[in-house]
């Protein structure tokens, strides 16, 4: 999708705003704001500099980098060898972690999931041909996670000491509220939907390093020199990342506007291609820097879709969907709801089942799939009270498989 391609442009084309940082050395520095005590809470109330690490963007890093060894399986005790010197250099530096996993199911992404899943396929593919011809370990860039490690993780960051949390309906959402519900200071991860959700600070996951010299060194991106170098003002963003395109407003969606954006080169207008280059990135950056207002949604998606030639009212429907979805991780779109009902993750310690969420065989029973045949017209068991809770529970704390608990509430 089009906003993972942004990630990749800030990379090359802002380079002024990826700086080298030491996050021990940041962490060390650290003098904590004072914060309203309603506002406190049992992880902001410490005094540390507590970062929230998006687990699902750098499995290879706690993992402990490259070892050839993951091929068969993955090594234990290396592994917890790294994370107990990663978490006692973070302990020493007044440092904490909250490490997120991705517990949600994300219906609406099962298109992003199955092409991953098709890519992690082909390199496995590679990865046994490779061993049978050649006899020696694969390249790193066929690397793939050991198909226990999420779990091996979560147990080792527990044993340590370390908080861990399981996203419940939508991952990157709940990352960011909690990180601003919790007050904590940055997250790290690489996903360029958090430089449109703008947190406190953002650090880069595949930068990260453990040095023998007593570092954690990875790269920060500075949002104000980033909105700086694109020229464009940060209330237009998350305009800009909808066009970009994601599971709402898919790539296929936008075909008709990108065919639209002119060569910057030549002028001449291009076909809109699955994975987008700086040149196309730029021509929508433009776009959206020229537009007179952004308050209106509904005109600005009748201007996006005046070429299409079909089913404009739902393009534009699916437009101002997006916008919102970007909006909502947003401080502005966060504190605008801070009122009302939230998700779950919202803390590590208050537990309640999602809005809109129904245990199995509590409403409308029915399942869904055309495979699934007369099983569609039977009533599942309805799943106890008591079991939800404790499902919910533990699901948060990622005690247990996150498939689990989507079986007994989907």
């Known amino acids: 999708m089009g906003v993972k391609d942004f990630q990749d442009f800030l990379e090359t084309e802002c380079a002024s ?10 962490s060390r520095a650290f003098v904590p704001k004072r914060v309203p005590i309603s506002r406190l809470n049992q992880i902001a109330k410490t ?4 970062v929230i690490v998006d687990a699902e963007s750098c499995l290879d890093r706690l993992y402990g980098g490259y070892f050839s060894d993951w091929v068969c399986g993955g090594q234990w005790n290396r592994m917890t060898a790294f994370l107990s010197n990663l978490v006692q250099a973070c302990q020493n530096a007044n440092m904490d972690l909250v490490v997120f996993f991705n517990g949600a199911l994300e219906k609406e992404k099962i298109k992003e999931w199955t092409s991953q899943q098709l890519a992690q396929k082909d390199k496995v593919r590679y990865v046994l041909r490779h061993i049978s011809s050649k006899g020696t370990p694969p390249p790193k860039v066929w690397w793939t996670q050991p198909v226990f490690l999420k779990e091996a993780v979560k147990m080792a960051l527990r044993q340590l000491g370390i908080s861990v949390a399981c996203s419940m309906d939508g991952h990157h959402l709940e990352v960011i509220r909690f990180c601003r519900e919790h007050n904590l200071q940055g997250i790290i991860a690489q996903e360029s939907v958090y430089t449109i959700f703008d947190p406190p600070r953002y650090f880069s996951s595949n930068n990260l390093k453990l040095t023998y010299k007593g570092s954690l060194e990875t790269k920060e991106y500075i949002m104000d020199e980033i909105a700086k170098c694109m020229n464009l003002n940060p209330n237009r963003f998350c305009i800009f990342a909808a066009l970009l395109g994601n599971h709402i407003l898919t790539d296929d969606d936008l075909i008709p506007f990108r065919d639209s954006i002119p060569s910057l080169d030549h002028g001449k207008h291009r076909k809109g291609r699955d994975k987008l ?3 196309m990135i730029k021509g929508i950056c433009d776009y ?8 209106n949604l509904e005109v600005v998606g009748a201007d996006v879709f005046k070429l299409a030639k079909t089913s404009k009212l739902e393009l534009i429907e699916k437009f101002k969907q997006s916008v919102n979805y970007f909006v909502s991780g947003t401080g ?7 009122n009302q009902p939230r998700g779950p993750a919202a803390s590590l310690h208050t537990y309640t089942v999602p809005h809109g969420r129904q245990p199995v065989g509590q409403g409308d029973a029915r399942l869904h799939g055309n495979a699934m045949g007369d099983a569609q017209k039977k009533k599942m068991p309805q799943v106890a009270s008591e079991i939800l809770r404790v499902a919910v529970d533990r699901h948060q704390k990622g005690l247990m ?7 007994l509430t989907q």
């Open 47 to 50: 005094g540390r500099f507590c």
């Open 17 to 26: 705003a990826c700086l080298s940082v030491d996050l021990l050395k940041i």
């Open 288 to 295: 959206v820097r020229n537009l007179a207002a952004v308050d």
């Open 332 to 338: 502005e779109g966060f504190f605008r709801g801070y």
């Open 401 to 407: 498989h996150p498939l689990i608990y989507q079986v």
């Open 277 to 279: 280059d700086s040149e």
